[in-house]
């Protein structure tokens, strides 16, 4: 198998185009065209990860965090960053990260938290906006159902739960075809009428591509008229965050208990309590202290997160209780995840999560 229906696989479920302008998700060390039979699962990538792949034979490493963020100039082994590159390449292990794409996905890191958690009714807590486009075309009567199902199944008209959603309606459009033309119907160097449908649908910007292509490439017309329009809505489907209630209430105390449990961490850094019984809660896995004032304003109960500052915890105010996990221990459970979006899409292929425990933080 070739990486890149590994890394297809992935970004068709969280794709490239959600990750933050920061981030450097995607394939970092490696050629997509190498033939592999395993992959190695992890959150970061370290040398231990390294020696790991090797000692098993798996030529992809899928972590979570990039190995690069920023550039580099140099790769002399000064650093682990370029000892690991070195190591990589010297023993054909591919990198690839599946990083804030999969923060901003429905379905990614925070909805796999919010299960673990116990939470119902999730929603992203601060949604995307500028992700949709609509498209609009012009297509004769008789053509008119061919052209709006190749857009649906390209990726256009998904709507939340709905799928094949667009409005349609008739009308005459008018053209003069030119000495050089060779028009679909009408005749050269004569105005022509021609019944027409116009086919509204929206799509996702990162699909915008596939969409634009299966257009031209059934849409009858020589010409192709289309218009492409940005949406300000939010797309509740990508963004930040998640908020989501619990089955039953519970006490401020023996929540922060099962979190305890549940992440398997020494202790939890946490806001003052407030007396209330928690029901709301919101999370964030990684550093999510940028959403405080989502997870205040989405009348949240707690906010589950880390890396939140000593000043930002005065941020709680009496309203809400903040409680920093671990910037690791939020996001653990991505490597299930993957595993599991490997496991359904080839069920033949030996994916593996790493023994080795990454998480550069101790506690004494």
């Known amino acids: 198998m070739k990486i890149s229906e590994i890394t297809s696989c992935l970004e068709k479920f969280a794709p ?71 190591k990589a390449i010297k023993n054909d292990i591919a ?40 498209l609009v075309t012009f297509c004769p009567l008789n053509k008119a159902e061919e052209v709006r199902n190749a857009l649906f199944d390209a990726g256009a008209g998904h709507i939340g739960n709905y799928d094949s959603c667009s409005f349609n309606t008739s009308g005459e459009g008018s053209f003069k075809a030119l000495n050089d033309a060779k028009p679909y119907v009408g005749e050269v160097n004569k105005l022509h009428f021609e019944k027409e449908v116009r086919i509204e649908t929206i799509f996702s910007v990162y699909n915008e591509p596939k969409i634009i292509n299966s257009l031209l490439k059934t849409h009858p017309y020589e010409e192709v008229a289309y218009d492409i329009y940005p949406l300000k809505n939010n797309f509740n489907k990508v963004g930040a965050g998640m908020i989501g209630e619990l089955e039953r209430e519970e006490s401020e ?79 653990q459970f991505i490597k299930e995840l993957l595993l599991s979006i490997l496991k359904k899409n080839f069920p033949n292929f030996a994916a593996r999560i790493s023994e080795v425990n990454t998480n550069s933080v101790n506690y004494l």
């Not at 959600?18 to 959150?43: F, M, R």
């Not at 034979?57 to 190995?67: F, G, M, N, T």
């Not at 896995?285 to 915890?313: N, R």
């Open 253 to 331: 105390k023996d929540f922060l208990l099962h979190i305890k449990k549940i992440v398997k961490i020494e202790c939890i850094k946490h806001s003052e309590f407030l007396g209330k019984k928690i029901k709301k809660v919101a999370v964030c896995g990684g550093s999510g202290s940028f959403l405080i004032s989502d997870a205040i304003a989405s009348g949240a109960d707690i906010f589950i997160t880390s890396d939140v500052k000593y000043h930002q915890f005065f941020d709680a105010d009496n309203k809400i209780i903040i409680a920093d996990i671990g910037h690791y221990e939020s996001e």
């Open 16 to 86: 490239l185009k959600y990750q933050e302008s920061y981030d450097n998700a995607g394939l970092i060390v490696g050629n997509k065209n190498t033939e592999i039979e395993k992959a190695l699962i992890c959150v970061d990538v370290t040398e231990k990860i390294i020696d790991e792949a090797i000692e098993t034979k798996s030529k992809l490493v899928i972590a979570h965090h990039p190995l690069i963020f920023d550039g580099i100039k140099k790769i002399t082994g000064k650093n682990y960053v370029e000892r690991i590159i070195i």
């Open 95 to 134: 990198i690839y990260a599946a990083h804030t794409n999969f923060d901003n996905s429905f379905y990614g890191v925070n909805s796999i938290l919010s299960k673990k958690i116990g939470l119902t009714n999730t929603k992203i807590l601060n949604a995307k906006s500028d992700v949709l486009r609509k």
